[in-house]
């Protein structure tokens, strides 16, 4: 049985491949191969071997057509996002999703067309909560 780690922690070739699966849907290795970005030249072995390592890691499944494997993602880019910013809001922001956007608001990550956005959402919300 594949070992099953939280979603979301990839390594950049990981996360590179998985982008590929999440995309594009299932994939044979040369798939994969030939979706890479111009610029990003892997060879056709460590593609293989990355996947395997996602399949080891429960990131991945594979079923074998024909003489080839195929491979799909196991888990949703949702999910994968979600553990991912999780993480990083604990580790970097001691668990305050707040502080994140205080963060993105100071360093002019947000556009003011997102940031409008955004206090819609917390007003909308705000409103439902005080019914």
Known sequence: MAK???PGRFT???LELMNIL??????TVQGV???LPAGRPLAYTT???VLNVLHRKGSVRRKLRDRAYHYAA???????ASNALHDLVHKLFGGSAEEVILAMVKSRQLSAQ????L???VEDTDGRNRK
């Open 22 to 27: 999440w995309e594009c849907g299932p994939s």
């Open 12 to 14: 950049e070739a990981e």
């Open 119 to 121: 206090r819609k959402l």
């Open 114 to 117: 997102k940031l409008a956005e």
């Open 47 to 49: 593609v293989q071997t």
């Open 74 to 80: 196991a888990v949703s880019r949702f999910d994968a």
């Open 4 to 6: 099953k780690v939280k």
């Open 33 to 35: 191969v030939d979706h």
